[in-house]
């Protein structure tokens, strides 16, 4: 026999169940703008019919619903789009980065203008061919010194800017390899609490969301890839359980980063065994020792010392992947190559190869003074390219003693300019400055163009993954009236329970009255 | 395919984004009036351009060599005019002087002209551009002659005596000055000759020996006045076709300038009409992109749901 008050236990179970789902429809809207918030959803389900089998149970035609009750509250989440968004992520990364450094660059160099290196080159030439209309001409004689002085600087200048760009991308390293760090420390911590909470029935969703935001994130700088552990207890089914993070060399090692409770650091290290940090390493050079590998320490809580932790080389890292790529391959590694790096030391050699090439000629002629076997420019790198001349008197201009009129070796020194050099390609002085301008360019294009395209992909799959996750406010108001009208019908219900038991209780057995 | 407000409005601001990133790249092609702005816009115009600057430069700077050279062989022409007009003049001297109706008194008259013009012809062979001598081989310092009756500097006539080049165009070189040494020296060994003759008071006949091409002086033979006249004609001559050369080379310079100009223009500069065309229907499409934006965004069921 049921029970007199069932109507109403089973009208209070609606109320609560709608009255769920409607705080969940709240939730949603309220986080319509939350980064990385998935609307959730109360899953509901009838509650066990009347009478439940049993040995005693009373014999009832028909079984008789009980209500209903919200069984879990779930994110709507698509782990397949989620792998997709990551993945273009290390793209993006990687590209935007690229990208960005190649630009800084070519803000540097400066070309085409009236007032990069290839400009000076042709000044300087120019005021060679001014000499040699004017060979004994003192004041042609001091232009030609202060245009060799401005192609000097110039070089000197493209090395100093080239390398405190390379010493910001150092420091970018190390914010960068930091910020990793600090990422894992934090899935760590959110494993943590969902490890906690899920074996006694709870869903976490809040914290998945922080959780999945993170390793979005993780995706910009390093390419991982994660997977799921059940929580064990009373888990529900569509509790996540906590996340192991791991980071796959190129070779194929899988190497954790994150699992459970503990978690990994890693140090970004130079070929002296240093941290990169962009600071410089050889002050006499002001330059910067290469990358050499990635050291990433054994998980623990906490994590070990990263110095001694497995080496992961630049053979092993995934190209085209994540900003830390991206920067090392600007930054400079495996003895010598990466952009900076293989810039300046192509300004070094056209810097040498001229210093060199310029002063065997011109120590082999003779100045207004009779002097002969004088050096015009001194150094061997853009860095300590420098112009020792300094009387006018002094420059080479003639190939034979004691004739100020005698311009010969002036004009082998104008030669050089247009002569092929062997050393430098086969090309000219400033024929080889060209071709590093533009490799440059091609180079920053191909970045430009993989940065847009990465960024469209990237869109499109963010668009998709919206179209599963994200709050539609239409969608929420229209369950939010459906809930609403529900929970309006369940208290109707229990009014008329409430008018029936009424008749019985108040208005039974008056017969009369 | 389920669309949510984040959707269209992360759409609209990305399309939005690409509709600035555009306009910006057109308004930066009109304020510069360049087509590119870094090398990586697009490199081989980059590249190109460099090389046509440097071609730029160049040929300015070959014609700044060719007014250069202009000067020096005007001047140099312009002295051997007057070396000619001088030996015209010693000419009408020699032929009046040949006539042995002259008093000796008569011919020390004449004499005293001859060596006015002497003195005149070697102050021609001094002859400066600016500061430097033109007939002194490469000691532009000093002059041929450095007093008025003395032999010719030995600085140049030992070794000095060379030509001045300067490059006209690339591996081209062009010889400005002219090594005078020798025909200066022919003319002054005459001239003294010449006074020898008339101060000896020697013959009518004698004298007018001197007319021709070689004479006897003593036991040397040395050009006699026709063959030095002969002889500054043909140095004039090659000045002359060193003129020619140059303006030949200047024409040529000028057009080439004018080539690479065109060509550095067509390579770089902005098609105004195009680009601001374009402008205007990128300007466009961002209106209609803005206001339809502005339309759907605000749009949600909370507006109708009263």
Known sequence: MRSTFMGLEASKRGLFTQQTALYTTGHNISNANTLGYTRQRANMQATPGFPSPGLNQPVYPGHLGTG????????????????????????????????????????????????????????????????????????????????????????????????????NIGNEINVSTDKVNSILKQIAALNKQIQEVEPSGYVPNDLYDARDVLVDQLNEYIPVTVSLQKSGGLAKDVAEGSMTITYVSADGTPIKLVDGRQYAALATMDTNDRRIDGDVDDQAKGSYANFKEIRIAAVGEPPGDPATGIAIDYSKMDP????????????????????????????????????????????????????????????????DFKV???????????????????????????????????????????????????????KGQEAERSAFNSETMHLEILKRRNSMNSVSLD???????????????????????????????????RVGL | MRVTQSMMSSNMLRNLNTSYSKMSKYQNML?????????????????????????????????????????????????????????????????????????????????????????????IAN??????????????????????????????????????????????????????????????????????????????PEIGNALGLEVTNGANKIPGLDGIYENALTVRADVGARQN??????????????????????????????????????????????????????????????
Do not use: C
Not at chain 1, 479 to 506: C, G, S
Not at chain 2, 98 to 114: G, L
């Open chain 2, 31 to 123: 304020d510069s009036g360049k087509v590119i702005t870094r090398p990586s816009d697009d490199p081989v115009v980059a590249v190109k351009g460099m090389g046509y600057r440097i071609d730029l430069d160049k040929n300015q700077q070959y014609q700044r060599n060719l007014r250069e050279a202009n000067t020096w062989l005007d001047t140099t022409d312009e002295a051997l005019d007057q070396v000619g007009g001088a030996l015209k003049r010693v000419k009408e001297l020699i032929v009046q002087a040949a006539n042995d109706t002259n008093t000796a008194d008569d011919r020390q008259k004449i004499n005293a002209e001859m060596q006015q013009i002497k003195e005149q012809l070697r102050d």
């Open chain 1, 68 to 167: 209903v009750e919200v069984s879990s509250i779930q994110r709507i989440r698509d782990q397949f789009t989620d792998r997709q968004y990551r993945q273009e992520t290390n793209k993006l990364g990687y590209w935007d980065s690229t990208a960005k450094s190649i630009s800084q660059m070519e803000d540097i160099m400066s070309e085409p203008s009236e007032f990069g290196i290839n400009q000076s080159f042709t000044d300087f030439w120019k005021s060679m061919e001014d000499v040699i209309d004017n060979p004994k001409d003192t004041a042609a004689r001091q232009v030609l010194i202060s245009k060799g002085i401005s192609i000097a600087e110039s070089f000197n200048y493209m090395d100093r800017q080239l390398k405190q760009i390379q010493g």
């Open chain 1, 320 to 383: 085209g992947k994540g900003t830390l790529r991206a920067l090392i391959d600007a930054y400079g590694h495996s003895g010598g190559q990466g952009t900076y790096p293989e810039m300046l030391a192509n300004l070094d050699k056209l810097a040498n190869e001229f210093i060199t090439k310029f002063n065997e000629v011109h120590s082999k002629g003779f100045g207004l003074d009779d002097s002969t076997g004088q050096n015009f420019f001194s150094g061997t790198t853009a860095r």
């Open chain 2, 245 to 306: 050369r140059v303006e030949m080379m200047e024409n040529r310079l000028s057009l080439q300038e004018i080539n690479v100009t065109k060509q550095l223009s067509k390579n770089e500069d902005t098609d105004y009409a195009k680009t601001i065309t374009d402008m205007v229907t990128q300007e466009s499409i961002h209106q209609a992109a803005l206001s339809v934006g502005a339309k759907i965004i605000q749009q949600t069921l909370v507006d109708f749901i009263r």
């Open chain 1, 475 to 509: 969608e929420e108001m229209t369950n939010m009236i459906t809930f609403q009208q529900a929970y309006n019908a369940n208290a109707r219900m229990i009014t008329v329970v409430d008018e029936t038991l009424d008749k019985i209780i108040n208005g039974m057995g």
């Open chain 2, 127 to 204: 002859t400066k551009v600016g500061e430097n001598y033109i007939f002194s081989g490469t000691h532009t310092n000093q002059p041929l002659y450095t007093d008025k009756t003395g032999p010719q500097n030995p600085a140049i006539t030992t070794g000095g005596n060379k030509p001045i080049e300067i490059n006209v165009f690339d591996g081209i070189s062009m010889n400005i000055n002219t090594q005078g040494a020798d025909l200066f020296e022919n003319i002054d060994g005459f001239m003294a000759h010449v006074t020898t003759l008339l101060e000896s008071g020697a013959t009518g």
């Open chain 1, 388 to 442: 020792v001349i300094t009387d006018p008197k002094q420059v080479a201009v003639s190939d034979t003693a004691g004739e100020e009129g005698n311009n010969g070796n002036m004009r082998k020194l104008a030669a050089l300019q247009s002569q092929a050099q062997d050393n430098l390609k086969k090309g000219t002085f400033q024929n080889y400055y060209k071709s590093l301008v533009g490799d440059l360019a091609v």
